[in-house]
């Protein structure tokens, strides 16, 4: 049985970012992936400026077309508020199916050096004397070791609950993607924080000439009642017509409360990204996934032979991107009653 420096787990914008930087530095990584790529994942597929030029930073390039959608540029977001006033934040952006800029990132991080195997789960991991022993699940179960696991499952991963026996909050998200019309420029992503309409939030973008309209609640069995309420805003407010539905997926996202607490990991594991709690307001995690990732590459690169001190390092690392975070929560908290205790 081969020693890898570091098994990275979940091949998103954190695992692959953390999977990129290790392995061009010379790291010995396992990326693994439970999902074949290109893997889907439900998102509103919007970088941010931000995102953009973290792609930039740690892959040498820009996204490529392939990854993008229709209307490939994104202008910003327009909220509105419990109230019903509107903000608007212009910003450069891209628009991009998840499944091709996260299958693009493994790549990247494929083409550095690491080795990935998508179609593995990992099952769990438990801390020996100087390394870890990561059973995992692919044609069939057997076992790998490493110096150090990063956990990036994101949240509807199990390996974190098996190690930390914690049982998170989650929001439920629903969307539906639909061909239609309606009176609203493609060019920007919609959120509506308004209580009648979500117990979160509820949103509008446009995916290759697509309406995806979806709803979050902290009750999965209030989906239905908030999305018909939502679809009938929509009509009477901006002439929404559905002529027909083509998909419709749910998915799950942190809760993200007061003090925006974050679990860097225990021992020689680490989290990043979604799992460790790094996520943005209306459920912007690419850039945040992948900073942390970075982050938490850096710290165990800087204090490879001295684990205790690795933690530390790593929490140093993302102290800035942990404040952008509080910051952003704080000022969506400003704008509607529904996310008053952020403010």
Known sequence: MQMYDVIVVGAGPAGCTASKVLAEKGYKVLLVEKFKMPRYKSCSGVLI??????????????????????????????????????YRFEQEGLNVWRSHFDG??????????AEVRDGVSALSCTEQDGFVDVSLYGENKYTENARYVLDCEGVVGTLKRKITREVPGYITTYQTFNEGSIDLD???????????????????????????????????????????????????????????????EKWLMPHIRPGCHVDYGVGRILFAGEIAGFLNPMGEGISAGMESGYGAACAIMKRFDNPSMVWEAYRQNTENLKSYMQRQWSLVGGMAGTFREME
């Not at 030029?53 to 077309?65: I, N, Q």
């Open 104 to 113: 693009w990132l493994a790549e990247k991080a494929k083409e550095s050096g």
């Open 186 to 248: 493609p060019h920007y992503f919609y959120a509506y924080l308004q209580p009648e309409l979500s117990e979160y939030d509820a949103w509008f973008n446009v995916k290759d000439d697509l309406l995806v309209l979806g709803v979050s609640v902290k009750d999965m069995d209030k989906i239905g009642h908030y999305y018909k309420r939502f679809i009938s805003y929509m009509e009477e407010n901006h002439h929404l017509h559905i002529s027909r539905r083509t998909k419709e």
């Open 49 to 86: 400026k931000k995102s953009m030029e973290l792609v930039k930073t740690y892959f040498g390039e820009a996204v490529p077309e392939s990854a993008m959608c229709t209307p490939t540029e994104n202008r910003g977001m327009i909220f509105t508020n419990d109230m019903g006033k509107e």
